[in-house]
């Protein structure tokens, strides 16, 4: 067999204990249940990974909002067409709930040409109907509403699926309808996302009418905890030089169902010409040996004579696509593991594509969003019969000197870096993180190991049902807002995306051998933490700060010990939990200072040490050492501000001459200061 050459960032193994799939009596899965729970809320936000039960899980709350709640009508919005299906009729009643969920087919504008003069009019006429549900895209809503107003959609449910699609940039037109409906305040909202990120760095909601929903997170820990088959998730990266397609082979199994996603035109991974780089991943795989006329796939000969069947969604001859489309949709092929072997795809086979038994999410070149990126995951994490195994690499071109656009490659370098970061933090169990003090004692439910609980230290205990940690860390502030309190419960993720998409934190963090560690844990993570809030209160922020930390922290020593074995081979069954304990018992004492005083780019270093040459690490390190500025007076006043707390603590302010390098940083930004007021005032 192949020997994988991706390097793994992070692997993460489940417990199998089959939860995910199981059902209660009124058919509802987990995930389903627990948003069911809050079926009561005007808006609700539900986040769960892909494959997790969203479209059924709408379906619930709407059919009791429609039969229970008063609401008249619900209309649920879609981004395209072909995720229409997801929400076609569905008999619940014989599954134990109390409705079925029927759309009329001329309601479905996703499959219907639109009655009443197109389909923007077809919204009309369906809200002066008896009907009660509606199917249609974003796009069909956003003119329905420019043309008809936000009022006559009063006391309807509007449902949005792939919320993330949604953003608080006035260019957006649905984001921007959003806000005048919570204005408004007479329809009810369900959101639902499998990723609440955006690749742009532009918030879903404005933070004012965020605060109007309730969230309902479904963790993809607690979705891949309770598969039956799927076991193992590998996350990594691959670089190459030269063209991928003669690379290709390093790091594909033609033995493992994949995806391959190969690069957008536009980008430098990309030959120009996709038609001949589909042609040579097929040469590179075997003997041509025709197309299937049935369902138009490549037919190849490998060298063991097994006949593989390759689907291309690249080819721009709309008949032969629409025909491989066509046949890898078809409903009784869906359990059959050798209808397909390989998708090479190009903008498709994305967000909505469901193909179970994809084994290996193979892209090449960096992709701007991480929503796509989760997406894309999203399609090898489906539960199958013998699947145990799933992996996403990410195939990246090293930098070269001889490139003019050396820089630009050292940037998709670090945001391939940041994704990989940001996944691992996706795919952890979650962190519940509290004060250590002489009050402190075990959580029920909670595994605290081998000798149990113990009093005299700081504890870390295990919910393996819910994947959560509850964390005793010596020292931590706590959130006293509501508002502040429901970031540290739902939003961390999305303060460490800001931090580690921050391009200066990165750089620095992974290449800057003078960098002590808080400049960027407090003074970095402080400042992007008081520009995301700026309503809140230092104390506010300060916690809020040290849990988003604590955790993108932990997580990457919990991956330090996972990937402590020979060749970057991950532990046993439970290496990323093993690692949190195994830290927090190895140290003197979990306190936040200590915390702080990791560098949360290490691990992620050591791991790209291994996968990059050593000629392009040095390269990098040499591309962004030549920007390099030693301080910025923003910077220098955040020390400084950090200064007077040191002051407040020990008497004094920080010295230039300290052995301790933080202490020494804290003076160096006093000193920068006082150099720029002495200037000014000498003119």
Same mark, same amino acid.
């Given at each position: 067999?192949?020997?994988?050459?991706?390097?793994?960032?992070?692997?993460?193994?489940?417990?199998?204990?089959?939860?995910?799939?199981?059902?209660?009596?009124?058919?509802?899965?987990?995930?389903?249940?627990?948003?069911?729970?809050?079926?009561?809320?005007?808006?609700?936000?539900?986040?769960?990974?892909?494959?997790?039960?969203?479209?059924?899980?709408?379906?619930?709350?709407?059919?009791?909002?429609?039969?229970?709640?008063?609401?008249?009508?619900?209309?649920?919005?879609?981004?395209?067409?072909?995720?229409?299906?997801?929400?076609?009729?569905?008999?619940?009643?014989?599954?134990?709930?109390?409705?079925?969920?029927?759309?009329?087919?001329?309601?479905?504008?996703?499959?219907?040409?639109?009655?009443?003069?197109?389909?923007?009019?077809?919204?009309?006429?369906?809200?002066?109907?008896?009907?009660?549900?509606?199917?249609?895209?974003?796009?069909?809503?956003?003119?329905?509403?420019?043309?008809?107003?936000?009022?006559?959609?009063?006391?309807?449910?509007?449902?949005?699926?792939?919320?993330?699609?949604?953003?608080?940039?006035?260019?957006?037109?649905?984001?921007?309808?959003?806000?005048?409906?919570?204005?408004?305040?007479?329809?009810?909202?369900?959101?639902?996302?499998?990723?609440?990120?955006?690749?742009?760095?532009?918030?879903?909601?404005?933070?004012?009418?965020?605060?109007?929903?309730?969230?309902?997170?479904?963790?993809?820990?607690?979705?891949?905890?309770?598969?039956?088959?799927?076991?193992?998730?590998?996350?990594?990266?691959?670089?190459?030089?030269?063209?991928?397609?003669?690379?290709?082979?390093?790091?594909?199994?033609?033995?493992?169902?994949?995806?391959?996603?190969?690069?957008?035109?536009?980008?430098?991974?990309?030959?120009?010409?996709?038609?001949?780089?589909?042609?040579?991943?097929?040469?590179?795989?075997?003997?041509?040996?025709?197309?299937?006329?049935?369902?138009?796939?490549?037919?190849?000969?490998?060298?063991?004579?097994?006949?593989?069947?390759?689907?291309?969604?690249?080819?721009?001859?709309?008949?032969?696509?629409?025909?491989?489309?066509?046949?890898?949709?078809?409903?009784?092929?869906?359990?059959?593991?050798?209808?397909?072997?390989?998708?090479?795809?190009?903008?498709?086979?994305?967000?909505?594509?469901?193909?179970?038994?994809?084994?290996?999410?193979?892209?090449?070149?960096?992709?701007?969003?991480?929503?796509?990126?989760?997406?894309?995951?999203?399609?090898?994490?489906?539960?199958?019969?013998?699947?145990?195994?799933?992996?996403?690499?990410?195939?990246?071109?090293?930098?070269?000197?001889?490139?003019?656009?050396?820089?630009?490659?050292?940037?998709?370098?670090?945001?391939?870096?940041?994704?990989?970061?940001?996944?691992?933090?996706?795919?952890?169990?979650?962190?519940?993180?509290?004060?250590?003090?002489?009050?402190?004692?075990?959580?029920?439910?909670?595994?605290?190991?081998?000798?149990?609980?113990?009093?005299?230290?700081?504890?870390?205990?295990?919910?393996?049902?819910?994947?959560?940690?509850?964390?005793?860390?010596?020292?931590?502030?706590?959130?006293?807002?509501?508002?502040?309190?429901?970031?540290?419960?739902?939003?961390?993720?999305?303060?460490?995306?800001?931090?580690?998409?921050?391009?200066?934190?990165?750089?620095?963090?992974?290449?800057?051998?003078? @960098?002590?560690? #808080?400049? /960027?844990? *407090? =003074?970095?993570?402080?400042?992007?933490? !008081?520009?995301?809030?700026?309503?809140?209160? $230092?104390?506010?922020?300060?916690?809020?700060?040290?849990?988003?930390?604590?955790?993108?922290?932990?997580?990457?020593?919990?991956?330090?010990?996972?990937?402590?074995?020979?060749?970057?081979?991950?532990?046993?069954?439970?290496?990323?939990?093993?690692?949190?304990?195994?830290?927090?018992?190895?140290?003197?004492?979990?306190?936040?200072?200590?915390?702080?005083?990791?560098?949360?780019?290490?691990?992620?270093?050591?791991?790209?040490?291994?996968? @990059?040459?050593? #000629?392009? /690490?040095? *390269? =990098?390190?040499?591309?962004?050492?030549? !920007?390099?500025?030693?301080?910025?007076?923003? $910077?220098?006043?955040?020390?400084?501000?950090?200064?007077?707390?040191?002051?407040?603590?020990?008497?004094?302010?920080?010295?230039?001459?300290?052995?301790?390098?933080?202490?020494?940083?804290?003076?160096?930004?006093?000193?920068?200061?006082?150099?720029?007021?002495?200037?000014?005032?000498?003119?």
């Amino acid at each position: 067999m192949t020997q994988h050459k991706s390097v793994p960032s992070v692997s993460v193994n489940y417990a199998q204990n089959g939860g995910a799939k199981k059902s209660n009596e009124l058919g509802m899965r987990v995930m389903q249940e627990r948003a069911f729970e809050k079926r009561g809320e005007q808006y609700l936000l539900i986040k769960s990974p892909p494959a997790s039960g969203k479209s059924r899980a709408l379906m619930f709350i709407a059919l009791d909002k429609l039969n229970s709640q008063g609401v008249d009508k619900a209309i649920v919005v879609v981004p395209e067409k072909s995720i229409g299906s997801s929400f076609n009729d569905e008999p619940l009643t014989k599954y134990g709930f109390y409705w079925d969920w029927q759309v009329e087919p001329k309601w479905n504008l996703c499959n219907a040409p639109g009655e009443d003069g197109g389909k923007v009019n077809s919204v009309k006429a369906f809200l002066d109907s008896e009907d009660q549900v509606l199917v249609c895209t974003h796009s069909t809503f956003r003119f329905a509403v420019d043309r008809y107003g936000v009022g006559v959609f009063d006391n309807c449910l509007i449902a949005v699926d792939e919320f993330h699609h949604v953003s608080a940039n006035p260019d957006n037109k649905l984001g921007a309808h959003l806000g005048q409906f919570i204005a408004r305040d007479k329809v009810h909202i369900v959101a639902m996302t499998g990723s609440y990120f955006r690749g742009d760095a532009v918030a879903v909601l404005n933070p004012e009418d965020e605060a109007n929903f309730d969230t309902v997170t479904y963790t993809y820990y607690e979705q891949l905890n309770g598969y039956e088959h799927l076991k193992r998730l590998d996350i990594g990266y691959y670089f190459y030089s030269g063209s991928y397609a003669d690379s290709i082979l390093e790091v594909l199994d033609p033995s493992e169902k994949t995806i391959i996603h190969i690069p957008n035109v536009n980008s430098r991974e990309s030959t120009k010409d996709k038609h001949k780089e589909v042609e040579h991943i097929i040469e590179e795989l075997g003997e041509w040996k025709g197309i299937d006329p049935d369902t138009g796939f490549h037919l190849v000969a490998r060298e063991d004579r097994k006949i593989l069947r390759i689907a291309d969604l690249v080819d721009d001859d709309p008949a032969k696509r629409d025909k491989v489309s066509a046949a890898l949709k078809r409903p009784e092929e869906k359990n059959n593991r050798d209808h397909v072997d390989i998708i090479i795809a190009l903008g498709m086979a994305k967000e909505g594509f469901d193909w179970i038994w994809c084994e290996h999410a193979l892209t090449i070149g960096y992709r701007a969003s991480l929503t796509e990126i989760i997406q894309i995951i999203g399609r090898a994490t489906r539960d199958a019969e013998g699947k145990t195994h799933a992996r996403f690499t990410n195939l990246i071109a090293e930098p070269d000197a001889s490139e003019e656009a050396v820089t630009d490659a050292v940037n998709d370098t670090l945001k391939a870096i940041a994704a990989s970061l940001l996944m691992e933090q996706v795919l952890a169990p979650k962190f519940n993180f509290t004060p250590k003090n002489a009050a402190s004692g075990p959580v029920e439910g909670f595994d605290y190991g081998e000798g149990g609980y113990d009093p005299n230290k700081e504890n870390v205990g295990f919910n393996e049902e819910t994947g959560q940690f509850q964390i005793e860390i010596k020292g931590l502030a706590e959130p006293k807002s509501n508002d502040a309190q429901r970031i540290v419960q739902e939003d961390l993720n999305e303060v460490i995306t800001a931090f580690v998409q921050d391009k200066t934190a990165l750089e620095r963090g992974l290449f800057d051998e003078e @960098m002590v560690p #808080e400049e /960027l844990t *407090q =003074v970095r993570m402080g400042k992007i933490v !008081k520009d995301r809030y700026p309503e809140l209160d $230092e104390e506010d922020q300060e916690a809020i700060r040290q849990h988003a930390i604590a955790a993108l922290n932990l997580t990457q020593k919990a991956k330090e010990f996972a990937n402590s074995g020979d060749e970057g081979e991950l532990g046993g069954n439970t290496a990323l939990i093993d690692g949190v304990r195994k830290f927090a018992m190895d140290v003197r004492e979990l306190d936040i200072d200590l915390i702080d005083r990791i560098n949360p780019f290490g691990e992620a270093y050591a791991i790209l040490a291994k996968a @990059m040459s050593e #000629e392009s /690490l040095k *390269q =990098v390190a040499a591309v962004i050492a030549a !920007k390099r500025v030693n301080l910025t007076p923003e $910077e220098a006043r955040d020390l400084a501000k950090r200064a007077l707390k040191f002051k407040q603590e020990r008497g004094r302010l920080p010295a230039l001459d300290s052995a301790d390098a933080w202490e020494k940083r804290m003076a160096e930004g006093v000193a920068y200061l006082a150099r720029m007021k002495a200037e000014a005032a000498n003119g």
